[in-house]
DNA sequence: TCATACATGGGACTCATTCTCAAATATTGG
DNA sequence: CCAATATTTGAGAATGAGTCCCATGTATGA
């Protein structure tokens, strides 16, 4: 909701961590990483970072198979993701017409306030040569 | 994997209770609800059949915002749902566009083994007028 | 009817995530 | 710089969906 956020150096520390990963990580990795390094990150508080990073728009989220929450930072702006389901390396895509695709279905059954899921996953060109 | 599975009255109870709902259920719901009537049936045993139902093509999964898989049995062949996040009303919908969209966005980019999740939600029209 | 492979269910267990709340700390007005 | 104050932190407890264990029950086919 705020958008008053306190510099502290946990805040700092997950955020940096976030920085050196390409792929989604969940909030379980990225706290064992930041345990080794330095002063450890409360996991509480990763948790909490991570949600208010997201809700600012400052990291992604998807859910993996099994229901573990998944960060990443993107590009800003709204996108999908192609992810491969074995190294979690992740391309974002953009298609506009899904995005109208979407509105246009669910207007046309009289819904509001539309939201949308599209994700794409599959095996990666790498994990494939194994 | 396996497609003999018996017939027993834990199975056809469970069945028969997804006939009698046309939103999607949690296992929890449907356990609740098979607990009123007649003989109840275990709450191991309404997971373990919806799992069975799932993996036979028989229903449909989706996963809530938070994190609970909901049943539905639905309508045969692949589809996707719009659905409402108050009253969880759902429209089946179908788009072979779509389909061709996510298959080329991942053989573009070299994954294999495609697989997507595309779901609208929204406020149906008559939890808006509500 | 019998043998037996498969199914059931109560309860313990897992595990991601949330909650609690006293102690630590960033921020700010003076 | 300092004290007052509003936030933030984190260790551990709590939550809750889903899974596992395994002794007991039963559908099914010979
Ligand atoms: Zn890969
Ligand atoms: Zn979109
Ligand atoms: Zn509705
Ligand atoms: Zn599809």
Redesign the pocket.
């Given at each position: 909701m705020?958008t008053?956020?306190?510099?502290?150096?946990?805040?700092v520390a997950?955020s940096a961590a976030l920085d050196q990963v390409n792929e989604f990580v969940?909030?379980?990795q990225l706290h064992s990483i930041l345990r080794d390094t330095s002063?450890?990150?409360?996991?509480?508080?990763?948790?909490?970072?991570l949600?208010?990073l997201a809700e600012d728009g400052e990291v992604d989220v998807v859910?993996t198979a099994?229901?573990?929450?998944?960060y990443r930072r993107c590009s800003r702006g709204h996108h999908h993701h192609l992810l491969c389901r074995s190294c979690r390396r992740t391309v974002e895509v953009e298609s506009p017409s899904i995005e109208k695709w979407a509105q246009k279905v669910a207007s046309a059954n009289g819904f509001a306030e539309v939201d949308h899921v599209v994700e794409i996953t599959g095996i990666c060109a790498d994990c494939q040569a194994r």
């Open positions: 705020s008053n956020r306190r510099e502290t150096k946990q805040r997950v969940s909030a379980q002063d450890g990150v409360g996991l509480a508080t990763v948790y909490r970072t949600q208010q859910k099994d229901n573990e929450s998944m």
